[in-house]
């Protein structure tokens, strides 16, 4: 009965009545010890009862914002529960040592050290709860396999045809800014991820058009995108955009930050024309938008390369790609990104670079930028450095936490562009 794993979870009293369906932590690492389909044996501090026995189906990064407690403490890192029962005959958790996770828990000064996670077994199931029996079978099926057969209707697997296809509309001459790109993941990994992004509440199903599963091959092949203009004009500074990933919905359309999505314009590009890095066509179509930019038709002294560290798309907080991937992530996903942007920056030679996300900046610059927002909220100018190349971090293109978000993001970017030409 190792097929997953029981945990018993300390929760804090206030957030049982703020979503009983989640659990939520401080550390990034206390979450993920848990994995899709593990048991959760759920106690609540200050009543000292078991609330009941879930399973998890989901993971992420700040599910439901407003997950604090009565002082405000936010608990950002994450998962979604699934009630599997709540009938519990065992009513007095800190006197029983006879439970497995007992000795570690009182160690632990009850859970109040940082600690929240203990692992747990089928027989402190038998212990607790009114019937265990419902849990054998679970406990032996693994979450994943389970969940690929009811997904079995909602994503095809692709056929070496539809590769072709798509590799041929890749082609096209109309087309500079998608490119094809595989992970070939181990088999565990792959049915962990496939679940995720056909069952997840990000809703990925909305762009089948970009993720294409291969169920013999344990692989994922995507769309992503990057805008890298043919022609190099030499009056003109070459200055490179780095984000942390694409969102689907502008790979489907062709074109990063399509300027039709709501609020696009003026999340992005408003701000970079303002500061005087580029004109704006005068539709806003992600079509006039990628003929403007691969051809350079601004009139301004900079030409703009546009990449993402990350080539797989998400539609929310680029920490998805941890809860996507697991340790898949570290071990493979960042060594591979890292080699890819040393092989554009060798291609298009650029003398600055602009960062949109903390962590990009810091993996670049081996910087920490911790408060970033409040220096540039400031005025301050953050800047590193790699290979000889300028680096400059400024807001997220989403950022709308200052009294005027919009102006900000234009005169840190003024502040980078005066930096630049000096």
Same mark, same amino acid.
Not at 140 to 163: F, H, N, Y
Not at 258 to 287: H, K, V, Y
Not at 297 to 323: A, E, G, H, I, V
């Given at each position: 009965?190792?097929?997953?794993?029981?945990?018993?979870?300390?929760?804090?009293?206030?957030?049982?009545?703020?979503?009983?369906?989640?659990?939520?932590?401080?550390?990034?690492?206390?979450?993920?010890?848990?994995?899709?389909?593990?048991?959760?044996?759920?106690?609540? !501090?200050?009543?000292?009862?078991?609330?009941?026995?879930?399973?998890?189906?989901?993971?992420?990064?700040?599910?439901?914002?407003?997950?604090?407690?009565?002082?405000?403490?936010?608990?950002?890192?994450?998962?979604?529960?699934?009630?599997?029962?709540?009938?519990?005959?065992?009513?007095?958790?800190?006197?029983d040592s006879s439970l497995s996770f007992?000795?570690?828990?009182?160690?632990?000064?009850?859970?109040?050290?940082?600690?929240?996670?203990?692992?747990? !077994?089928?027989?402190?199931?038998?212990?607790?709860?009114?019937?265990?029996?419902?849990?054998?079978?679970?406990?032996?099926?693994?979450?994943?396999?389970?969940?690929?057969?009811?997904?079995?209707?909602?994503?095809?697997?692709?056929?070496?045809?539809?590769?072709?296809?798509?590799?041929?509309?890749?082609?096209?001459?109309?087309n500079k800014i998608n490119f094809l790109?595989?992970?070939?993941?181990?088999?565990?990994?792959?049915?962990?991820?496939?679940?995720?992004?056909?069952?997840?509440?990000?809703?990925?199903?909305?762009?089948?058009?970009?993720?294409?599963?291969?169920?013999?091959?344990?692989?994922?092949?995507?769309?992503?995108?990057?805008?890298?203009?043919?022609?190099?004009y030499p009056t003109k500074k070459p200055?490179?955009?780095?984000?942390?990933?694409?969102?689907?919905?502008?790979?489907?359309?062709?074109?990063?930050?399509?300027?039709?999505?709501?609020?696009?314009?003026?999340?992005?590009?408003?701000?970079?024309?303002?500061?005087?890095?580029?004109?704006?066509?005068?539709?806003?179509?992600?079509?006039?938008?990628?003929?403007?930019?691969?051809?350079?038709?601004?009139?301004? &002294?900079?030409?703009?390369?546009?990449?993402?560290?990350?080539?797989?798309?998400?539609?929310?907080?680029?920490?998805?790609?941890?809860?996507?991937?697991?340790?898949?992530?570290?071990?493979?996903?960042?060594?591979?990104?890292?080699?890819?942007?040393?092989?554009?920056?060798?291609?298009?030679?650029?003398?600055?670079?602009?960062?949109?996300?903390?962590?990009?900046?810091?993996?670049? !610059?081996?910087? !920490?930028?911790?408060?970033?927002?409040?220096?540039?909220?400031?005025?301050?100018?953050?800047?590193?450095?790699?290979?000889?190349?300028?680096?400059?971090?400024?807001?997220?293109?989403?950022?709308?936490?200052?009294?005027?978000?919009? &102006?900000?993001?234009?005169?840190?970017?003024?502040?980078?562009?005066?930096?630049?030409?000096?």
């Amino acid at each position: 009965m190792d097929s997953r794993k029981i945990w018993f979870v300390v929760h804090h009293q206030d957030l049982f009545d703020v979503d009983k369906n989640l659990i939520g932590f401080k550390r990034e690492s206390q979450r993920d010890e848990l994995s899709v389909g593990d048991i959760v044996i759920y106690y609540r !501090t200050g009543i000292k009862q078991f609330m009941g026995v879930y399973k998890i189906t989901s993971k992420g990064y700040c599910l439901n914002r407003n997950f604090k407690n009565l002082e405000g403490d936010e608990y950002p890192h994450q998962c979604r529960l699934e009630l599997l029962t709540d009938r519990i005959k065992h009513f007095y958790p800190t006197k029983d040592s006879s439970l497995s996770f007992h000795a570690e828990w009182v160690k632990s000064g009850w859970g109040r050290r940082y600690q929240q996670v203990f692992q747990a !077994t089928y027989e402190d199931l038998v212990r607790i709860v009114a019937d265990a029996s419902q849990f054998k079978d679970l406990l032996q099926k693994p979450e994943q396999e389970q969940s690929l057969k009811e997904d079995v209707d909602l994503q095809a697997q692709i056929s070496t045809d539809k590769v072709k296809d798509i590799s041929d509309t890749l082609q096209c001459p109309d087309n500079k800014i998608n490119f094809l790109e595989e992970y070939k993941l181990p088999h565990n990994i792959y049915l962990n991820t496939k679940s995720f992004l056909c069952k997840s509440e990000y809703s990925f199903l909305n762009w089948r058009e970009v993720y294409f599963f291969d169920d013999k091959k344990s692989s994922i092949q995507f769309l992503s995108e990057r805008l890298i203009p043919e022609v190099r004009y030499p009056t003109k500074k070459p200055l490179l955009l780095l984000f942390s990933n694409p969102h689907p919905q502008s790979v489907k359309d062709g074109m990063l930050h399509t300027p039709n999505f709501p609020g696009g314009q003026r999340l992005f590009w408003g701000p970079l024309s303002d500061a005087g890095f580029c004109t704006l066509p005068s539709q806003a179509t992600p079509e006039s938008y990628r003929r403007h930019f691969l051809n350079v038709l601004y009139s301004t &002294n900079f030409q703009l390369y546009f990449d993402c560290l990350y080539s797989f798309p998400t539609n929310k907080d680029p920490k998805q790609l941890k809860d996507i991937f697991g340790v898949y992530f570290n071990t493979n996903i960042i060594p591979q990104s890292n080699k890819r942007i040393q092989e554009t920056l060798s291609k298009v030679k650029v003398n600055s670079i602009i960062c949109f996300n903390k962590d990009v900046f810091e993996k670049l !610059t081996k910087k !920490t930028a911790k408060g970033y927002c409040n220096e540039l909220n400031n005025g301050k100018l953050i800047k590193g450095q790699i290979n000889n190349i300028s680096v400059y971090l400024t807001y997220p293109t989403g950022y709308r936490y200052s009294s005027d978000p919009y &102006n900000s993001k234009v005169q840190s970017l003024i502040n980078i562009r005066n930096d630049i030409r000096r």
